[in-house]
């Protein structure tokens, strides 16, 4: 009997980055969905869009950075399981002791490992508390 795939919202303001994470996760096997920034991630949520992970860059343009998207998701959907990402080594100064705990994949990083963080988010429960750094 074939599973179906997990499903995997994917959150990056650069388009680029984000259609090749999209890719990977294709590749991997996963159901990926794109989502320019943490507003429109939080519009498929709100509007019923089934994922079981959120994969979002933490700095992004708007209201919404990948922290407060993450909080605001599992609002919404308290079993969520989250992975952030980000290419800014100035990040902590960002992280509160509220923010949901989970883990972080740098940029840039390789297929490999945005696959294997992924496929281990998955199959950890969900975790709120405070932050974790890097898986």
């Known amino acids: 009997m074939n599973l ?5 919202l994917v ?15 294709h590749e991997a096997g996963y159901r990926a969905l794109p ?3 943490g507003d429109a991630a939080l519009t498929l949520i709100r509007n019923g869009l089934v994922v079981d ?12 950075d ?10 919404i959907r308290p079993d969520l399981k989250i992975v952030y990402t980000t290419g800014f080594a100035g990040f902590t100064s960002r992280i ?13 990083y390789r297929p490999s490992e ?4 992924v496929m281990r988010a998955l ?3 969900p975790s709120i508390g405070s932050y974790a750094a890097r898986a």
Do not use: Y
């Open 35 to 37: 989502a320019a920034n």
């Open 11 to 25: 959150v990056d303001d650069d388009d680029d980055v984000r259609a090749l994470a999209v890719a990977i996760l």
């Open 53 to 64: 992970l959120l994969f979002t860059d933490i700095v992004m343009p708007g209201e919404l």
């Open 114 to 117: 945005l696959a294997s963080v």
């Open 66 to 75: 990948g922290f407060r998207l993450a909080i605001e998701a599992r609002r």
């Open 96 to 108: 509160t002791g509220q923010m949901i705990r989970a883990p972080m994949l740098k940029k840039p």
């Open 123 to 125: 199959d950890d429960g």
């Open 4 to 8: 179906p795939a997990a499903s995997v």
